[in-house]
């Protein structure tokens, strides 16, 4: 059932982009109804029923306003941020498995190409704020790079452990290995590693600070710096970091659903298939927001030490506890 | 050039030679964190604060010499003007400070009913603190249960005074109008609302390991310091000091009521967090007290109509949401006062910021700035 | 090794207590009024702008034209003139105008009133595109009230 290679690409391409616009667009319209759910308001209301229509009319809205780059910045730069930010999340849903067979380009290093995309968005956000030439942007820019340096070494141990586990960094591989009920996910395998569940919460941890979100949002940081590295975009400038912002989302909690929670993979072992994984997806993405409307900011300190104080050393500690275990319980 | 640019560049130089340079961050006075037109130039080194000059007066409206150029009572309506979260309390200072030096007699109604709205409005004052203050440090759901809980008393009060925030509502030698039955079930309900709410922003911010994270040991102001610069207040209070007007000056009827004055030794932010808290179920134990106390009467004593004072200075300070609110009025005997001064708590409490904020970190600074419960208009005047 | 491991589990589980109260408040029903569709009741007490009383009896106003309200107005917003007609007793108002912009609704002019003739109005969605908007003349307002409810004096 395989389409010849160009057809197959364009289909990709486009299923890609709408699936990540559809995304954007509507999952600010579950954070905004989310959100006022959690806060016992109706939300957007106004536009198409239930607000439905009201990411069209934003989008309209922040397409119809001119892009404005402050005088004094690095135009070509200031520009290309967003672009920047906006390709490798593009980039990394080729290799999400969303089925069994539904993965734009099957790869045997699908991991650690969402990997190393996932850490250009951190450059993206620098760009902007640099070339921002305000102060509260290059203060911005500051903190999410070292938040990102800081939380990449968890975040990676935390892979390679499950690296271990699988031994192969093909997504789709390491989906089907988790085939067979929910006790055979990455998430519950206490017999390699009674930690595991740790594991997952590290991983959940780093990604939200990865992805920037509350209670990480550091760059963001209204209340202290406005819009951070944002502050200067407006129109579809600042649209696309938001779009970006959600699209590294799916791309994160899809990758924790590939990884720990057994992908497409049904929890009772029968009719797996491509809704169990964006059941779960969504599920997740569901808590990121509820995690988002439910805390204060950390402070950038407390941050960095929760990284390097705790995470990294706990991630350490569960590395080297699935290597012994490895290595001596199962032949 | 002028002397002070010429110094600052001086300085500039030598923080350079050192191999510490500094920027200037312009906090304000638009800036979502400062809640209203206060303007903070920060000298940075880096994301550490070297130097916070708070720069107030863009929203100076003169209430002081407003007094001095309309009669006694025609002042009343500015009271609730100065500090718009705490009206209740500053109309309580001024008009006891005139019932002082005129001498006029307060019903027993009306002084049990003043203190039942002053402490609602304290506790409304104190629910926009902890939302506004969640909101400082990023957390925006408390606000929105806050300002749910607010709306009670809101409604509570616009009920018997016309108004939500501006009630302007005590008259000299009394209340504008009485309160009736509905009222008074109505803040008993309430009373009985709030507490289970209050334990609930306990489980969801209080106990929160990185809300205390953020506050503990942040922005101390020790109580030698609020001392030197006048603080009082939950600022004080969380310095450890035990120091409240409605007990150390007693006023209303205050002295015959039971209650605490909580105090934190630590005088950190999350010190100063848990004083206001703790001030919350206290005043719902006034009110309490206070409603079954409350006897019938009148509600206003008979007052002349052309109302002069007679020469002299009198004072008078009450416990509003911020600390001590002080009120001087000087007469020489015509019906429009000579002198009306104000003490306002928050510029005091604003002025411990630039020492207490020194090589503090940006984010640290403003929670402590939103921990001192700064109302801008309250500091200007 | 066992105090910090505590310390970082009190942590967690607090932060899961927090998750669990807004996820309780999540499934109950929003407390908003959903403003231009649904509006509170206006309590008794509203302090709107003023307007005039009519006497249940002659359907006019029952000022006296006595500028007592123009001397309490902390403000100086309201204007008053008055004459006395053949045949009166009192005097009654020709002018009464409010200047609505410089208005702080303390309420001191309905207190001084020695006749009852000033209530607040229950007005408050007051928005306009003009400053003229805000000068109200209270007498054409109580004109109006009288045209689209008569009194029992009117109608007889």
Redesign the interface.
């Known amino acids: 059932m395989t389409l010849p290679e160009p057809y197959r690409l364009a289909a990709f391409v486009l299923g890609a982009l709408a699936f990540v616009g559809l995304n954007a667009a509507y999952l600010v319209w579950v954070e905004r109804k989310g959100a006022a759910r959690f806060q016992r308001r109706p939300g957007p209301t106004e536009v198409g029923p239930e607000g439905l229509l009201q990411p069209i009319a934003d989008a309209i809205k922040l397409l119809s306003k001119q892009v404005i780059v402050p005088p004094g910045a690095d135009a070509l730069l200031f520009r290309l941020a967003p672009a920047v930010v906006m390709a490798p999340a593009l980039m990394t849903f080729a290799v999400l498995p969303f089925g069994a067979h539904l993965t734009a380009r099957p790869m045997s290093v699908g991991l650690l190409l969402a990997v190393a995309f996932g850490s250009i968005n951190v450059m993206a956000i620098l760009l902007g704020g640099w070339a921002s030439r305000n102060k509260y942007a290059i203060i911005s820019a500051a903190r999410v790079v070292s938040q990102n340096v800081a939380y990449e070494i968890p975040l990676l141990l935390v892979v390679i452990t499950l690296l271990m586990i699988t031994g192969t960094l093909d997504l789709s591989e390491i989906v089907r290995q988790q085939a067979g009920g929910f006790w055979r996910w990455n998430v519950f395998k206490l017999w390699v590693n009674p930690l595991m569940p740790v594991t997952f919460v590290i991983f959940f941890i780093c990604l939200l600070a990865e992805t920037n979100r509350a209670p990480f949002d550091m760059a963001e940081a209204e209340s202290e710096l406005v819009a951070g590295a944002f502050t200067e975009y407006a129109g579809m400038g600042f649209g696309v970091f938001f779009m970006a912002e959600y699209a590294n989302i799916v791309v994160g909690c899809a990758l924790a659903t590939a990884l720990f929670l057994g992908g497409w993979q049904s929890p009772f072992g029968i009719g797996s298939g491509v809704g169990w994984f964006l059941l779960k997806l969504y599920l997740l993405i569901f808590t990121v927001v509820w995690i988002r409307w439910t805390f204060p900011r950390t402070q950038f300190y407390g941050l960095l030490n929760l990284s390097w104080k705790i995470l990294i050393p706990i991630s350490l500690g569960t590395l080297g506890l699935t290597s012994v275990l490895l290595k001596f319980i199962r032949p | 050039m002028s002397t002070s640019a010429a110094l600052a560049d001086a300085a500039r130089a030598a923080a350079r030679a050192e191999g510490r340079e500094t920027f200037v961050l312009n906090l304000g006075p638009q800036h979502p964190a400062t809640h209203g037109v206060l303007r903070l130039k920060l000298t940075m080194d880096g994301e550490y604060i070297a130097r916070a000059e708070p720069v107030c007066g863009y929203i100076h409206r003169m209430h002081e010499k407003m007094g001095e150029n309309r009669t006694w009572a025609q002042f009343l309506p500015n009271t609730s003007r100065i500090d718009y979260l705490s009206a209740m309390h500053y109309t309580h200072a001024y008009v006891a400070a005139v019932e002082r030096a005129a001498q006029l007699e307060v019903p027993r109604r009306a002084e049990f009913v003043r203190v039942i709205t002053s402490e609602l409005n304290r506790i409304s004052s104190h629910l926009v603190w902890f939302g506004a203050f969640l909101l400082d440090l990023g957390g925006f759901t408390p606000l929105l249960y806050a300002f749910d809980d607010r709306e009670k008393i809101l409604d509570l009060l616009e009920r018997i005074t016309g108004a939500r925030l501006t009630y302007c509502y005590y008259r000299f030698g009394g209340l504008y109008n009485d309160v009736d039955a509905e009222f008074l079930r109505g803040a008993r309900d309430f009373v009985r609302y709030l507490r289970p709410r209050l334990d609930m922003y306990r489980e969801l911010v209080t106990e929160n390991i990185i809300f205390r994270k953020r506050l503990e040991g942040i922005g101390v102001a020790d109580a030698e310091l609020c001392r030197r610069y006048g603080a009082t207040g939950p600022v004080l209070r969380g310095a450890g000091v035990a120091y409240d007007v409605r007990r150390a000056e007693p006023y209303a009827v205050y002295p015959e009521l039971d209650f605490k004055i909580p105090t934190h030794p630590r005088g950190d932010s999350l010190a100063r967090y848990l004083v206001r808290m703790e001030e919350m179920e206290q005043s719902l134990r006034i009110i309490e007290q206070a409603l079954d106390l409350i006897p019938e009467g009148p509600f206003r004593s008979k007052v002349p109509k052309v109302l002069k004072l007679p020469p002299g200075d009198t004072c008078f300070a009450v416990e509003a949401a911020r600390g001590r609110f002080m009120v001087r009025i000087v007469s020489d005997g015509r019906d429009i006062p000579y002198r009306v001064k104000l003490r306002t708590p928050s510029f005091s409490n604003l002025s411990l910021f630039e020492e207490a904020s020194r090589g503090m970190l940006l984010a640290d600074a403003l929670a402590f700035l939103g921990s001192l419960d700064l109302v801008i208009p309250d500091i200007d005047r | 090794m066992k105090t910090p491991l505590r310390e970082?589990w009190?942590?967690?589980r607090?932060?899961l207590?927090?998750?669990?109260?807004?996820?309780t408040?999540?499934f109950?029903?929003?407390?908003?009024v959903?403003y231009p569709y649904a509006t509170l009741p206006i309590?008794?007490?509203?302090?709107g702008h003023i307007e005039l009383v009519r006497d249940p009896e002659t359907g006019m106003s029952l000022c006296v034209a006595c500028k007592s309200c123009e001397k309490?107005?902390?403000s100086g917003c309201i204007v008053v003139e008055g004459i006395k007609r053949e045949g009166d007793k009192k005097k009654s108002p020709t002018v009464f105008t409010v200047d609505f912009t410089r208005c702080?609704?303390?309420?001191?002019c309905v207190?001084?009133c020695p006749t009852e003739a000033l209530r607040?109005s229950r007005r408050y969605n007051l928005a306009g595109t003009d400053r003229e908007a805000y000068f109200l003349d209270l007498l054409k307002r109580l004109q109006a009230q009288a045209a689209s409810t008569p009194t029992p004096a009117t109608k007889a």
Not at chain 3, 28 to 32: A, E, G, I
Not at chain 3, 104 to 108: A, E, F, H, V
Request: charged residues 15%; proline residues 14%; hydrophobic residues 30%.
């Open positions: 970082l009190t942590g967690f607090s932060l207590t927090g998750m669990r109260v807004t996820l408040q999540f109950k029903p929003p407390v908003t959903p309590p008794e007490r509203y302090r309490a107005c902390p702080s609704l303390c309420g001191s207190e001084v607040f």
